[in-house]
């Protein structure tokens, strides 16, 4: 391994080879992208969703050229469910089955409660929280259905335990997702399916930078131990153990990935 500031990337080995894998919100740049890489390098199959078409389909040809054969994509706007459900049933008539879904759909924003209006609150929520659920529910019907099991990994966020200005329905949305995992993991067991989930802090990406201030993210990098942020493929490999064998036991856990659980 590197050091702390330079992060050593770790090769697969083949931890979800034959698995079919469905990841929301993976056109690219972030936590989604870097795990469909990933998941790729481990053996996987991957279909690709993103409510971006283009990026979405750029992002594909990249993957493409890389691992032949074992990337598809498929956009899909996770506030629609007639598109989700077109999504999970796309991937079980492609490969035959379902293995794991990766619910990493999510938007942000900044505004304080007082000047917040109704639509920014419910875009927020519809995307961040409603948009797992939907994937959440069509990921177990799936599951449910094919009588094989399967593993569900929904992105939180470290936002959802802790107070930050401005964020009020990003946290809110955030918190739901975890209460969403826990419950879901009750409900999942009998049809031998596992639900847990990642919470990470600081990721960068593009979108990142472009709506977050600097003064914003200087202070977010000094809270974390490391002095620095996440790489999204630090949160990917995360995600690739919650979803391989290595986590075989467990189920409605929510894994701070930083410093920053409370």
Known sequence: MGDVDSPAYVPGHGLLKG???????????GIGGATARR????GARVLISDAHARRL????????AEFEGAVDSLPCDVTDESQVRALFDTAVEAHGRLDIVVNNAGLGGTSTLVDMTDEQ???????????TFRCVRAALRAFRDSGSGGVVVNNASVVGWRAQA??????????GVM??????????????VRVNAV???LAMHPHLVKVTTPELLAELTAREAFGRYAEPWEVANVIVFLASGYSSYMTGEVVSVSNQHP
């Open 19 to 29: 698995r079919t894998a469905v990841i929301t919100a993976a056109a690219g740049a």
């Open 39 to 42: 998941f790729l390098e481990e």
């Open 57 to 64: 389909k750029e992002y594909e040809g990249e993957l493409a």
């Open 121 to 131: 609150w419910s875009r927020v929520l519809d995307v961040t929280l409603n948009g």
């Open 166 to 175: 401005g964020q009020a329905h990003y946290a809110a949305a955030k918190a």
């Open 179 to 192: 209460a969403l995992t826990r419950s879901a993991a009750i409900e999942a067991a009998e049809y031998g």
């Open 199 to 201: 919470s990470p802090s």
